[in-house]
């Protein structure tokens, strides 16, 4: 039997959101509900009923501005580098 071939999209903002608001984190600072794209695809995955392997993520996301939000963008920056290097 062959297993599915599964690639997880995610919107980030969404997801960030859903987090902050399912362990009620609204008063606790901005990195609190940040998710690791890859772990949350595999975990996704690993509870499919059906015989399936990851073999992609696409993160959709918007990007602060650079001269608005100086430092959003270069935390925005950082994280995505980060994410990029593990793959898929």
């Known amino acids: 039997m062959?297993?599915?071939r599964v690639v997880?999209?995610?919107d980030h903002q969404n997801v960030y959101k859903g987090a902050r608001e399912a362990f009620?984190?609204?008063?606790?600072?901005?990195?609190y509900g940040q998710i690791d794209p890859?772990?949350?695809a595999e975990s996704i995955v690993s509870r499919h009923p059906e015989a399936s392997h990851?073999?992609?993520v696409r993160v959709y996301r918007g990007r602060p501005d650079s001269v608005r939000?100086?430092?959003a963008y270069g935390a925005n920056l950082?994280?995505?580098a980060v994410h990029e290097?593990?793959?898929r």
């Open 2 to 4: 062959t297993s599915a």
């Open 8 to 10: 997880v999209f995610l």
């Open 24 to 31: 009620d984190l609204g008063g606790h600072p901005s990195r």
């Open 38 to 40: 890859l772990n949350l």
């Open 54 to 56: 990851l073999v992609g």
């Open 69 to 71: 939000q100086p430092q």
């Open 78 to 80: 950082r994280q995505s």
């Open 85 to 87: 290097q593990r793959g």
